[in-house]
């Protein structure tokens, strides 16, 4: 099972309450990474961090804090890097993706 293509759980996964594995890269895309994508790599982060993908009451704060902060932080290292490459084009990825992962299931 695999995150849909937003890089969220599927309505499958949070019933069964299994984590997305994959953090997509942000850099280097035309277009840039939305500020929803780069939360969605953040929380998809701290839910690997933490092992929760829905914190209890208790870390609820906390949790939420930590999006926060490694939302701020990427965006910031986002801004920052520097690349002589030429934008990749985020559709041709999803493409490239949606192809490997046809391959890998067995799928035609």
């Known amino acids: 099972m695999g995150c849909d293509n937003t890089g969220n759980l599927t309505k499958l996964q949070s019933r069964k ?3 997305c594995r994959n953090i997509k890269p942000l850099f280097n895309f035309s277009p840039p990474a939305t ?3 780069i939360n969605d790599a953040s929380l998809q982060f701290v839910r690997k961090v933490s092992g929760f993908t829905k914190p209890s009451k ?3 704060a906390a949790f939420h804090k ?5 939302s ?18 985020r559709e ?12 890998r299931s067995g799928e035609s």
């Open 17 to 19: 309450r299994i984590m």
């Open 35 to 37: 500020s929803q994508e």
């Open 58 to 60: 208790i870390n609820e």
């Open 66 to 70: 930590a999006v926060e902060e490694i």
């Open 72 to 89: 701020k932080i990427t965006k910031e290292l986002l801004i920052t890097l520097v690349t002589e490459s030429e934008p990749k084009d």
């Open 92 to 103: 041709v990825e999803k493409e490239k993706a949606r192809i490997r992962n046809t391959k």
